[in-house]
Each structure stands twice: as structure tokens, then as C-alpha cells.
């Protein structure tokens, strides 16, 4: 194998900062080595469809970061809704995407916690072993905030922006805001809770709540369930989950939260039909049932064990809970009938679902959560000029101390790169801890990217360590391995680190392999014997758009389980 004259076709977003900040940098190593590069900036819609069809060699993503790494993460590979699927498509043997997809799937219905470890370091061992992935940096989300707002606390959930710990010291309590989870914001989409693109995941957390939510180190804490219960079930080792739920909470339009509401929701999402489009969500898989003890106690049912279950429930989308007023029949909705779906909104690849359901949608985007929706004013082109929220008088929590959000669009990805710098006696700029990789990730599927010695000469050539810390001042730092060590049971060290080393990368080019290259076999534990189981991203959130202007009109700006609910 030659390097030289390789042509391979590297896919980014169009409206993407990051992405386009280290493009140059990433096609000048390459082409050192020979390659000739074929950068497209696609925009949403291609983007996808990039990743769904197989249609690169290369491409920039994220991982989905907290709380869906590394189960939901990893299982979303057994389906072609990502770029992963197809990366996955020819691993080097002994390991088999089916083999692989197995492991992922089994290690989710073990309940020891020492074996769920063990399981999941063979399977990031194995994986990192096919040279499929580059981990290139550590995701933090930046947020730059006018200094009359204080109390905000950096989100420990990706594609989350959380404005209602906020309060303003002084002036105006109408607060602007430009957003930005995986791209510039454009629109809010219908903001349904039980949907994916193009309902906007902030705009969704902002209205809607679930059962529990995903606290400081990942620690499961109360939202409208106020406490539970884990048990075993007396019949074939099902797990028992018993949930109290919290008194007096309204949706937005006065109704109350009861059991009743949060069957309908469910009802509605994990219909036999509608749960095909989430077959990443393990919880729509295992859960078999869902009914009431009263009006104040909600029992969940699993076919089986299912560890991440909790955490499945912290989730953005899908399992929130909308009014039964915004559903079309109200609580006599029926689920095949009057579904809460929105139609045309499962993506291409699922449009074949509403021959077998009626998509009615919601009437309007009512929940639980700290702020309402109020209104929007879309442009000519379809996207929304501005969207306004108020914050909910009657919230069961601590009340927001913002009394009017106002979302609007940033114009320049430019401008976007400068602001994490931006600090000043006006703005301060504030840091998550790091939720998510950013990755480049090969079609194993596709030549030359189906040659694990083509994979590890670009792994070798890229020297990311030199164009972070140019790119991001020292703000992010270089990665080697695909998920966060944050991230449950993925504190493991694996090698080898695929580090830049340009001679090693000229080496394999001209030779067609890796001296003493490490064994792509499985693990010592999978072949033991041991059976081992498992949008988007987060670019930069809290980003502030034309905030001197507004500043100067005295608006602030921000730049087998069950379960009983009683």
C-alpha cells in the first residue's frame, strides 16, 4: 500500500465552529503523507445523510456525551441513524459488528457491578484495538454571560442549557440569549419533547421534565418522582423500581401532573409502532409495561434486567411528560390513532412508520418545567428570527430569576470561536467540565478507510496536540481514547495511544504495515468466554449574540423491571 495519490473525502458540518477551525489543519497532515483530501461542508440535512448512507471516508462528530455514554451511545451502532453503524461495518476479525453489537446489548442486563466493569473495558479495548476512531479533544461547553447575571451553574448534561439557575443581579429581568448545541441556532423546531431534529434539546429541557434528572457525577436525583424504591420482582428476576411522585405540580396550562399524564406520554412513545424510531433508548426496549397504583403511583415493568434504567429516565427526549390537554384527543388519545408524533418528523429513513400510525402532534409545547413557552417570530427562509419563554410563576423548584428569555440567532461561526475568549468587565466566559470527545471517525466500510494499515498511517500523520492548543489557547486538551473517563465505567487506560509520530505514518505508507503493530484479536475476557453488552453533539451552548447592542438598551444577556410512582 502507497499512500500517495489516496483520495478520501472528509465530511463536516457547514455551521459548525470547531469543525471548521481545525479542517485546514487536519488536510495539511494528511496531503504530507500523500493524500489528496476532499473537504465538504454539508449542511444538517446532507450532513445526516452522510452519516446514515456510509457517504465519507472521514468524519468530524462528538460522542453524545453525559448521560448517554457508553450504553446509549454504543447502542445507537446497531442501527444506521449514525456515522458509527457504518464505520463499524468490517472490523477486523475474530470481531463482527453482530459480535460486537451483542456484547454492547448483553453487559446492559448485568446487575454486578464489578462484571458490568470488567465487560465494558473488554469492549472499549476491542474497539479501540480496530483503529475506527481519533479522539481528538475533550469537549467543555462554554458560556459567556453579561456580569449582571449570577448563580449560573455549568450543565453536567450534554446538549443542556441550564439558564434556570440564574438569577439577575440588576437591571432588566428580560434576558437574551444566543444558543448553540452541535450548531448555530436557527430554530426551536416544534419543541416536541417526544422527538428528535429539528426540535432544538435545550429549547426541549428548558419545557419539559421527566421522572428524574442527571445531577453532579452522575448522581440520579428527583424531578417529578420524588423518590423510589428498587426491588426484586418475585417472577423470573425482574427488578422492581418504586417512584413517589411530587404533589401539587402543573403543566404550564394549569393542569395537574398525575399518573394518568404520564401514561398517556408513554403510551404514546413506546407504542410498538413509534419505539422502532428509538431503538437506541434501551428503556423502550426492555420496558414492558406501564400502569397505575392510584392516581399518585406509576409501576414500570422491564422484561428483564436493565442497569441503566434510571439514568435511560434523565434524558432530554424521549420520555418527557406534555400536557394531555396539547394532545389531540386529550387523555382518550389514542396512540395509533391521534400519536403525539409530528408528522414527517422521524427522519427519512423512518418515514415508513406513519403508514402504521396517525401523527397528530402536540397543539402546543406544554410541560412541567422552569420556563414556558410564549412565542415565535419565524423569517422568510423558515428559521425563527427570535423565540421567547417566561419563566413559570407556579414551578414546583426554585422559581428562575429570569422573567423573560428571549432566544435569537448569532450570525458569524467566527464570531462564535472568539467569544470563549471573552472575558472582560462586561462578560465573563464560564466552562463545563469535559462532557464529550471530539472524534474523527473512518468508514471501515469503505476504501482505502477498510484497511486498518491506511486507518493507523492517518491516526499517525495527524498531529492534533499542535493545532488545539493553537486553535483552543490551551481551553481544550488532546484525547486518546473514544469516551470521556467521566463517563460510568470508562475510567480505563487503553493502548496503545495512537499518538502523531509522521515517521511511523511515512513507514506504513510505504511498507503497508505497522511494525509490531498491536494484535487486533478480542480480549483476554471475551475469549474467555465472557459475553459482554453495551443528536449531535455539543459544540458551543450559551453562546451570546449581539450583546453590547442589547446591553446598551438595558436588556442583560446570557450570552423484567418495576416501578411505582406514589
Not at 468524519?59 to 458509527?84: C, I, K
Not at 419533547?193 to 457525577?217: F, K, M, R, T
Not at 412541567?368 to 410563576?393: C, L, M
Amino acid at each position: 500500500m502507497a499512500c500517495e495519490n489516496l483520495e478520501i473525502d472528509f465530511i463536516l458540518q457547514d455551521d459548525n465552529p470547531e469543525m471548521a477551525s481545525v479542517e485546514s489543519d487536519i488536510v495539511d497532515n494528511l496531503e504530507k503523507i500523500g493524500f489528496q483530501v476532499n473537504t465538504k461542508f454539508l449542511n444538517d440535512t446532507e450532513y445526516r445523510d452522510a452519516e446514515v448512507q456510509g457517504d465519507y471516508h472521514l468524519l468530524f462528530t462528538r460522542t453524545w456525551g453525559a448521560p448517554y455514554d457508553p450504553h446509549s451511545y454504543m447502542s445507537s451502532w446497531e442501527v444506521p441513524s449514525h456515522v458509527e453503524y457504518s464505520a463499524i461495518g468490517n472490523l477486523q476479525p475474530p470481531l463482527t459488528r453482530e459480535s460486537l453489537v451483542e456484547r454492547i446489548q448483553k453487559v446492559q442486563t448485568e446487575l454486578d457491578e464489578t462484571k458490568i466493569a470488567s465487560q465494558w473495558r473488554s469492549i472499549m479495548e476491542d474497539v479501540h484495538a480496530q483503529s475506527l476512531f481519533l479522539p481528538l479533544w475533550g469537549t467543555r461547553i462554554p458560556y459567556v454571560l453579561n456580569r449582571r447575571l449570577i448563580g449560573f451553574t455549568p450543565s453536567t448534561q450534554a446538549y443542556s442549557i441550564p439558564v434556570q439557575s440564574i438569577q439577575v443581579a440588576s437591571g432588566s429581568k428580560s434576558v437574551t440569549i444566543a444558543p448553540g448545541v452541535g450548531a448555530l441556532f436557527s430554530s426551536t423546531g416544534p419543541i416536541n419533547p417526544h422527538q428528535y431534529s429539528p426540535n432544538a434539546l435545550w429549547a426541549q429541557d428548558w419545557i419539559y421534565e421527566g421522572l428524574v434528572s442527571y445531577g453532579q457525577d452522575g448522581e440520579i436525583v428527583p424531578a417529578l418522582a420524588s423518590s423510589w424504591k428498587v426491588d426484586s420482582s418475585p417472577d423470573g428476576g425482574q427488578i422492581i423500581y418504586r417512584r413517589s411522585s411530587r404533589e401539587n405540580v402543573l403543566f404550564h396550562d394549569g393542569t395537574p401532573f398525575n399518573c394518568s399524564a404520564a401514561v398517556l406520554n408513554l403510551d404514546h412513545v413506546l407504542s410498538d409502532v413509534v419505539k422502532q424510531r428509538h431503538q437506541w433508548f434501551g428503556a423502550g426496549k426492555y420496558l414492558k409495561s406501564w400502569t397505575c397504583n392510584g392516581e399518585t403511583a406509576l409501576v414500570l415493568e422491564t422484561s428483564s434486567p436493565f442497569y441503566p434504567l434510571l439514568q435511560e429516565l434523565t434524558y432530554i427526549r424521549p420520555l418527557r411528560f406534555a400536557s394531555p390537554s396539547a394532545f389531540a384527543e386529550g387523555l382518550d388519545s389514542d396512540p395509533d390513532l391521534h400519536n403525539s408524533c409530528e408528522s414527517g418528523d422521524f427522519g427519512s429513513k423512518w418515514d415508513k412508520l406513519e403508514d402504521d400510525v396517525k401523527c397528530m402532534g402536540l397543539s402546543a409545547p406544554i410541560g412541567t418545567g422552569p420556563f414556558k413557552f410564549v412565542s415565535r417570530n419565524v423569517a422568510a427562509d423558515g428559521s425563527d428570527d427570535e423565540v421567547v419563554f417566561a419563566g413559570n410563576e407556579d414551578y414546583w423548584g426554585q422559581k428562575p430569576g429570569i422573567e423573560t428569555l428571549t432566544a435569537v440567532q448569532y450570525g458569524s461561526v467566527e464570531d462564535v470561536q472568539k467569544l470563549k475568549f471573552r472575558h472582560s468587565d462586561m462578560f465573563d466566559v464560564r466552562h463545563s467540565d469535559v462532557i464529550q470527545h471530539s472524534l474523527l471517525v473512518f468508514n471501515g466500510n469503505k476504501a482505502p478507510m477498510n484497511d486498518i494499515a491506511v486507518r493507523r498511517a492517518v491516526i499517525h500523520a495527524i498531529d492534533k496536540a499542535t493545532f488545539i492548543e493553537e486553535q483552543f489557547a490551551g481551553l481544550e486538551e488532546p484525547v486518546n481514547q473514544l469516551l470521556p473517563k467521566s463517563a460510568p465505567y470508562c475510567n480505563v487506560d487503553l493502548s496503545p495511544k495512537w499518538g502523531y509520530d509522521l515517521e511511523k505514518a511515512e513507514l506504513i505508507c510505504a511498507q503497508g504495515t505497522l511494525q509490531a503493530s498491536p494484535s487486533t484479536s478480542l480480549t483476554g475476557g471475551a475469549v474467555a468466554g465472557i459475553v459482554i453488552a453495551a443528536i449531535a453533539g455539543v459544540a458551543l451552548l450559551g453562546l451570546v449574540a449581539k450583546m453590547i447592542q442589547r446591553e446598551r438598551a438595558g436588556k442583560p444577556m446570557f450570552a423484567q423491571t418495576k416501578t411505582e410512582i406514589s
